[in-house]
């Protein structure tokens, strides 16, 4: 198996409150803003969520017939959970939590792009993070603190950073959040759009959070960053107070790098039991969207495969439309309620199928296809979160004739709806279940 398989492992998120296991796999998932679930109502259309590039094709109808149609204004598409960014109106939700400023963050000058993360269960040796960035095609790295800590007694992916320094790595709408930022410097939390939106926690009021010790949180923030698995970052100061091994993570930005490549040079660098993730896809191949957040593992071939068998399709198509008419709940991974991913992990366990958790992870489990290559049983992504337009968010299936099957969103069931390629259409996947495996390995310990 190839060493970016091997080492994809940005899920090696270490427990630091007691009794919880190292490399627990994170949960993500994005609902809809008010004012996008108020815009794209009117057109009949729900956000989904999961806990994301965009289409290179557009519209609803059978793929590998003919172009796909673009839907009219004010037309109901059904299935459609992709919603318009540019009509959500204010980015991202913030919080005034106090007049007082107790650090002072520095303003947004650019964005850089965040594409390797690189997570250790300790410190990180000193002078990793300065040879990293001696690297060719590394344009710049940034030292976190990384681990799975409890948020109101839910296990949860959690940063500490430096909001000065970490916000350029964030997605653009997160990241270009002043008042965000400054929350999260005077000591708040920052939590995901999906989960702050899908767990009702009080934008404002205060959570538990539980690390080695525990403190009362308010709640600054519904932003995403943008980085596989993460739905929290507080500032350095709050995560050293509550017990995260300090700089024993790195995300890195390097746009122009050819990953797989990167990857190996940097693993070189790190302790053994330290992994490095790549965080967006480089999709390469004729035909294919070329853009940062495609679906689609990196550096997967043929050799990788093979995809699923006739057995294995049926098995696992029977089981998730047996799943159809059950009711969404974020997080719920079976047998009775399903988010999104959810309903693809238990499905394809049915079927023999060992698959990671998340959607964005789940996007990594085989090569990208074109749409006039889609064949029941392939998986579907988009990017559905306006924090993080260019997040993989959600999953669906593909079940043929243009149908597809997916868990929505809270307050609906799992659904069969036509297919939809366009809006934030992220690619088309063909899951090889060696790779598969491997990537859960990996995000499960």
């Known amino acids: 198996m190839r060493d970016a398989n091997r080492r994809l492992a940005a899920g090696l998120w270490v427990a630091v409150a007691a009794g919880i296991v190292v490399a627990i796999s994170p949960r993500v ?3 809809q803003f008010p004012a996008a679930a108020r815009s794209l109502a009117t057109r009949g259309i729900a956000v989904g969520s999961d806990g994301p590039s965009t289409s290179s094709e557009g519209g609803t109808g059978a793929a590998g017939s003919r172009p796909s149609r673009a839907p009219a204004a004010g037309e109901l598409v059904p299935g459609t959970y992709i919603p318009d960014v540019d ?4 980015a991202v ?3 005034e939590l106090t007049a007082r400023v107790r650090a002072y963050v520095a303003p947004l000058r650019r964005l850089r792009s965040a594409d390797l993360l690189v997570i250790g269960p300790r410190t990180l040796p000193a002078g990793t993070l300065r040879a990293v960035r001696r690297l060719r095609g590394v344009a710049d790295a940034e030292m976190l603190e990384a681990a799975r800590i409890k948020v109101n007694g839910s296990l ?11 916000r350029p790595f964030a997605a653009a709408p997160t990241a270009r959040s002043s008042a965000l930022w400054q929350n999260v410097a005077d000591g708040g939390i920052a939590v995901s759009y999906l989960m702050g939106k899908q767990d009702s926690l009080p934008l404002g009021g205060t959570v538990q959070v539980t690390g080695t010790s525990t403190e009362e949180l308010r709640v600054g923030g519904f932003g995403t960053v943008g980085i596989s698995g993460v739905d929290a970052v507080v500032s350095d100061q709050v995560a050293h107070s509550l017990g995260l091994p300090s700089g024993n993570a790195l995300v890195i930005s390097a746009p122009h790098a050819r990953l797989s490549v990167l990857m190996r040079q940097i693993a070189l660098l790190l302790p053994r039991d330290a992994t490095v993730d790549a965080l967006v896809a480089q999709a390469t191949a004729e035909g294919l969207p070329v853009t940062t957040g495609s679906a689609g593992g990196v550096g997967i071939t043929a ?7 006739v057995e294995q399709t049926r098995a696992f198509l029977a089981a998730a439309k047996s799943r159809v008419g059950l009711p969404y709940v ?4 079976g047998p009775d309620v399903f988010d999104c991913s959810g309903l693809v992990q238990w499905s394809m366990r049915q079927a023999g199928i060992t698959m990671p958790r998340v959607a964005v992870d789940q996007a990594q489990t085989g090569p990208l296809i074109p749409l006039s290559q889609l064949e029941p049983g392939d998986l579907l992504f988009y990017h559905t979160d306006p924090t993080a337009p260019t997040y993989i968010s959600h999953v669906a299936i593909y079940l043929g004739g243009g149908m ?4 929505p969103e809270p307050g609906m069931d799992v659904q069969i709806v036509p297919a939809v390629f366009g809006g934030g259409f ?4 063909q899951v090889y279940p060696r790779v598969a495996a491997a990537v859960a390995s990996d995000f499960s310990g």
């Open 156 to 166: 949860v992916a959690v940063l500490g950073v430096d909001p000065s320094s970490f």
């Open 87 to 90: 009509t959500v109106g204010p």
């Open 426 to 429: 992220a690619g088309a996947v």
């Open 303 to 309: 050799s990788d495969g093979p995809g699923l068998s």
């Open 404 to 407: 597809m099957e997916q868990a």
């Open 29 to 31: 998932a994005i609902p």
């Open 330 to 333: 974020w997080g719920g991974s």
């Open 93 to 95: 939700p913030v919080a």
